[in-house]
């Protein structure tokens, strides 16, 4: 196939507005058919990380109880939470779920939220026990062979690329999709935590020592509600019991923010349940997700990873990211680690020879490399332009060789980096869009496929309002109008994003 022309010639008897339209609705009908995003922006319009939340409720307004729930939800569809944002919102509703602050990238506004609109909502009938469903087989286990440092000397990140073995695991993936991994607690904050329960570690719970079911089956790292009211009930010092309510409340300014059960546990000495009461409080440890960074094609046998391993001092410890320090620490033994396959809607259009846009900061580069490593194994002609960057290009251009060989060898088309902290001037990559805008333009009006993978809550929307003004000046659209412009993008896959 050859590269797809522009549909609309200039001189055609429209105006700008009508051209672009009629060239985003004829590309898409020659392009790939993406339903799963159009049945999102459709049935739920406030299913979207980059709107706010006031936004997304107003979207919601006269919808059921487990839609109006839903929109209170992060959007990301993440999976932290053991559900979905629909399906956790569904649980809510139905009474099987009592929990409001499982979803962790939505935080405290969710979790008031959620109990605002609980407050305002006339308590329904109890619903029947549904059928429980079969248990799901166990996830097939893979060895993680190694997490060598992508950030160089002087970077104030650590990210690492962890390469996983999943020879005969029987395991499968495309570019685009992510892989869940089972993840387990540093052992030096198990040990901490024990301690601070003036507990042994060999207390039976549930069919194993109450050490085990710490580092691997119970969340300690994200205590729920339901923890801090367990505690606040327990606390025999009144302002400590207060302090607990008002964390539970998710109220603004309740101390300590961002708490782990050992912050807690220090916060407030006067409040000591037993401690089976207080493990059965906490949440089960769930599985971390992670965009491969690879394709199949190009690493038989392997996964590939871009994780950046968190680390930040608080209240005079360090917290180290659950799932990325676990991942850095088993590589260091080759260890195993559970492990499954996530199939995502974040895929490459199926024609070879059709533009692509990919905009992927830091370690939103991960999907973006499979692309570009796919496209180059099977000999993909199509243009391909990618956006990305960091703090200081010296220390974190992330893959920077093998985008240079890309580049050089034409599988990557244009390569135009946004390095924020090396000039005085902080520069993003949504900055370089608009400095592109022209190309930009010419490349979706030529029937090009955007992509968007980062940061949900500030690149991701920058980068959003940056199209949205794209739209305006070289669309000569309005507001609304460029809303729609996206919104007609998406239905067609031509905007697709993979936020966190």
């Known amino acids: 196939m050859n590269e797809l022309p522009r549909l609309i010639p200039d001189d055609a008897p429209f105006s700008p507005a009508q051209r672009a339209w009629l060239n985003g609705f004829l590309a898409g009908l020659f392009g790939p058919a993406q339903t799963p995003a159009s049945e999102t922006a459709e049935d739920f319009p406030w299913h979207d990380p980059v709107l706010d939340m006031d936004e997304r409720l107003t979207l919601a307004e006269g919808r059921p109880l487990p839609r109006r729930l839903m929109a209170a939800m992060a959007q990301l569809d993440c999976g932290q939470c053991g559900y979905l944002c629909r399906t956790y919102a569904e649980a809510i509703a139905e009474g099987r779920e009592s929990a409001t602050s499982l979803c962790v990238p939505g935080g405290k506004p969710t979790q008031r939220a959620l109990k605002q609109i609980l407050a305002a909502t006339p308590a329904a009938a109890p619903a029947a026990d549904p059928p429980k469903a079969p248990a799901a087989a166990p996830a097939p286990k893979v060895r993680v062979v190694s997490a060598a440092r992508l950030s160089g000397e002087g970077s104030a990140k650590d990210v690492r690329h962890i390469v996983i073995d999943v020879a005969g695991s029987g395991l499968e993936y495309e570019p685009g999709d992510s892989i869940s991994i089972g993840v387990r607690h540093d052992p030096a904050l198990v040990e901490a935590t024990l301690a601070a329960l003036h507990a042994t570690g060999g207390e039976d719970f549930g069919g194993m020592t109450l050490r085990k079911a710490l580092a691997s089956r119970l969340d300690i790292a994200r205590p729920l509600d339901r923890t801090a009211d367990l505690l606040a009930m327990c606390a025999t010092d009144p302002s400590e019991a207060a302090a607990l309510r008002a964390l539970a409340d998710g109220d603004d300014g309740a101390e300590p923010a961002d708490a782990d059960l050992l912050d807690l546990l220090h916060a407030f000495p006067s409040a000591r349940p037993p401690v089976r009461d207080l493990a059965r409080s906490l949440p089960t440890l769930k599985p971390r997700v992670y965009s491969i960074a690879s394709s199949p094609r190009a690493t038989p046998a392997q996964v590939h990873l871009c994780v950046d391993v968190v680390r930040a001092e608080r209240r ?91 580049r050089a060898d034409g599988t990557l088309s244009r390569l135009t980096t946004a390095f924020s902290r090396d000039r005085r001037d902080k520069i993003y990559v949504q900055h370089r869009m608009l400095e592109n805008a022209v190309e930009i333009w010419r490349w979706l009006q030529d029937g090009a496929c955007l992509y968007i993978c980062g940061d949900a809550s500030r690149m991701a929307r920058d980068v959003d309002a940056a199209l949205r003004r794209l739209a305006r000046e070289r669309g000569n659209m309005d507001d609304h109008g460029a809303g729609q412009w996206l919104a007609s993008l998406a239905r067609q896959g031509r905007y697709q994003r993979d936020v966190y």
């Open 316 to 406: 005079g410890r360090v917290r180290h990211g659950v799932g990325s320090s676990f991942l850095r620490r088993i590589a260091e033994d080759q260890g195993q680690v559970a492990a499954s396959i996530v199939t995502s809607h974040f895929r490459l259009p199926t024609e070879p020879d059709r533009p692509i846009i990919m905009v992927g900061p830091g370690t939103g580069i991960a999907p973006f490399r499979a692309f570009l490593q796919h496209r180059a194994a099977t000999g993909a002609r199509g243009r391909a332009w990618l956006f990305c960057g960091g703090q200081h290009e010296a220390s974190d251009f992330l893959f920077r060789d093998e985008l240079h060989a890309w």
